[in-house]
């Protein structure tokens, strides 16, 4: 199935989402190609949304079978506003219910820890009596 919406949205996360509701069942490939996105942008979007309960699985990828690619279907739409990532792909926000899912942990690096690396005593700043 071709549809070309690429002049319509301006996100391509909102294109895809967008194809994922006009199209009964789809592969990331045709989400691709419609939504005119990148394959690693429409992966993340796709495995994000079936974590959050969004998107299922149909048809599991076959290895080296031509044309076997996974098949998805969207079973949650919840409106024309695309779900968004958060919190480093940790939460799915969805726009037209305002409810949040989380859906991870994120891949955000952790803050460094500023703290000295060993206890320095208030007592050696001060003046030492020698005597």
């Given at each position: 199935?071709?549809?070309?919406?690429?002049?319509?949205?301006?996100?391509?996360?909102?294109?895809?989402?967008?194809?994922?509701?006009?199209?009964?069942?789809?592969?990331?490939?045709?989400?691709?190609?419609?939504?005119?996105i990148?394959?690693?942008?429409?992966?993340?979007?796709?495995?994000?949304?079936?974590?959050?309960?969004?998107?299922?699985?149909?048809?599991?990828?076959?290895n080296?079978?031509?044309?076997?690619?996974?098949?998805?279907?969207?079973?949650?739409?919840?409106?024309?506003?695309?779900?968004?990532?958060?919190?480093?792909?940790?939460?799915?926000?969805?726009?037209?219910?305002?409810?949040?899912?989380?859906?991870?942990?994120?891949?955000?690096?952790?803050?460094r820890?500023?703290?000295?690396?060993?206890?320095?005593?208030?007592?050696?700043?001060?003046?030492?009596?020698?005597?």
């Amino acid at each position: 199935m071709s549809i070309n919406m690429a002049k319509k949205e301006k996100s391509p996360r909102q294109r895809a989402w967008k194809a994922m509701r006009i199209m009964t069942q789809w592969t990331l490939g045709d989400i691709e190609s419609t939504a005119e996105i990148s394959r690693a942008n429409a992966e993340s979007f796709v495995y994000a949304l079936v974590k959050a309960g969004y998107v299922r699985r149909i048809q599991p990828k076959k290895n080296g079978v031509k044309g076997g690619y996974a098949v998805y279907r969207l079973v949650k739409n919840t409106g024309p506003r695309c779900p968004v990532t958060a919190n480093y792909n940790a939460i799915i926000h969805d726009r037209n219910t305002g409810q949040d899912t989380i859906i991870g942990c994120g891949t955000k690096k952790p803050e460094r820890d500023r703290t000295p690396t060993r206890d320095v005593p208030t007592h050696s700043l001060e003046a030492r009596h020698v005597g």
